[in-house]
């Protein structure tokens, strides 16, 4: 992971960096603190995946520098970092061409997949985003996929209806392990796994593992 994060406070830059590091052991980061730094860094840094703008950071005007940036490094994916993640914050986001809108208040675990996410070249989004609806002409392309989490925090989360079972892969899931090593890891059967997978897709609104992992964090799986 060859990632620029920018944003106008060090103590949060160093935080996530030592974070993300000792997450992923090949990651790394530089970072900016205004938008200048960051347009400085991404023109000079080659193989350069996601860049995480802050919607404050100085000099960038709000999502007015996301054109300029994408001129400047183009074939960098570039995802906004804001305090709050606004209906028309995330859609005005995307129509400027970032690949994700991140909210500061996200778990470093959440924050990673969302991250994993744009990097696979899908669109990471809170779920919140759909609240306001879009006319047809503003959508996003159909060729772009977006990956939305449910930011809600609502009563009646879809975790409280999982089964045990289902509460056991899901810890796993989490975790990256794969159908196969679950199933070794429980003593039971591959086919067994996949069938309580199917259970948490859809009780979670998922349709990938990456989805699942993600959307379980966010509604605060292992809190």
Request: glycine share 8%.
């Amino acid at each position: 992971m060859h990632l620029l994060l920018a944003d106008h406070l060090k103590l949060f830059r160093d935080a996530l960096t030592i974070y993300l590091k000792s997450m992923v052991s090949d990651a790394e980061i530089c970072g900016a603190s205004n938008f200048d730094q960051a347009l400085s860094l991404a023109s000079t840094k080659d193989h350069l995946d996601i860049a995480v703008l802050s919607i404050d950071l100085p000099g960038m005007n709000g999502l007015g520098g996301l054109e300029t940036f994408h001129d400047r490094a183009s074939g960098t994916r570039t995802v906004i970092l804001a305090d709050e993640a606004s209906p028309a914050r995330v859609h005005e986001a995307l129509e400027r061409g970032a690949a994700g809108f991140l909210s500061k208040d996200l778990s470093g675990k959440v924050m990673l997949k969302a991250l994993e996410i744009v990097m696979s070249g899908e669109k990471y989004m809170p779920a919140s985003a759909f609240t306001e609806p879009k006319a047809p002409q503003e959508k996003p392309a159909s060729s772009d996929r977006l990956i939305a989490i449910d930011v809600t925090g609502a009563q009646n989360s879809p975790l409280d209806t999982l089964t045990t079972r289902e509460r056991q892969i899901l810890s796993l899931v989490v975790l990256g392990q794969s159908n196969k090593e679950i199933a070794g890891r429980l003593s039971v059967k591959d086919i067994t796994v996949s069938f309580h997978m199917k259970g948490l897709f859809r009780k979670l609104g998922a349709t990938n593992r990456t989805q699942v992992a993600t959307t379980a964090l966010r509604l605060g799986w292992g809190n």
